[in-house]
């Protein structure tokens, strides 16, 4: 019970504090059905990596918005 309930508050910290405005009222149901569900694979070509999703709800505008604010969050001092 206690794994659910930190788990509950994480899917809250990431809602308020990584997602655009414009999923932050989606569900935590929701989160985790569209954003870590989404099934793909990630391609080593030459000199970079290519991530390609399955499912069109997770697009690339969206996921580099998600990408940026972690970046930002991570370099924010405690």
Do not use: C
Not at 21 to 38: N, Y
């Amino acid at each position: 019970m206690l794994l659910g309930i930190i788990a509950y508050n994480l899917g809250n910290l990431l809602r308020r504090l990584v997602l655009p405005v414009a999923i932050q009222s989606w569900t935590l149901t929701s989160l985790q059905q569209r954003l870590f569900k989404t099934g793909g694979r990630l391609i080593r070509h030459a000199r970079y990596f290519i991530l390609q999703l399955a499912d069109s709800l997770l697009t690339q505008r969206l996921f580099s918005q998600i990408m940026r604010r972690i970046e930002r969050l991570a370099r924010v001092p405690t």
